[in-house]
Nanobody
């Protein structure tokens, strides 16, 4: 089993910044991909950004140039630096990890979600 602990959400004014963190722990042999998704009220959950074990990243077009995803493999932690935040970035942000367990089984886990609200 794997546990994900997210932190860093909150209320911020338009143009402001926030940094989300997600730490994974448990029966992990390797974390293959770490990512952030978000879900706004009445909308489907969407990929915001992802990063693989080699450090290759991908971003939703709506956040390119404003958000940066990074990971610390020694700490099993993924970060999302969010700059120039807009009201349309308001959503619950979820961490997601794709891992290989200690028993060499591929598994996928979601965090509990953290609220990000961008409003003046």
């Amino acid at each position: 089993q794997v546990q994900l602990v997210e932190s860093g959400g909150g209320l911020v004014q338009p143009g402001g910044s926030l940094r989300l963190s997600c730490a994974a722990s448990g029966s992990i042999f390797r974390i293959n991909v770490m990512g952030w998704y978000r879900q706004a009220p009445g909308k489907q959950r969407e990929l915001v950004a992802g990063i693989d074990i080699a450090g290759s990243t991908n971003y939703a077009d709506s956040v390119k140039g404003r958000f940066t995803i990074s990971r610390d493999n020694a700490k099993n932690t993924v970060y999302l630096q969010m700059n120039s935040l807009k009201p349309e970035d308001t959503a619950v942000y979820f961490c997601n990890v794709d891992i290989t367990s200690r028993w060499y089984v591929r598994e996928n886990y979601w965090g509990q979600g953290t609220q990000v609200t961008v409003s003046s």
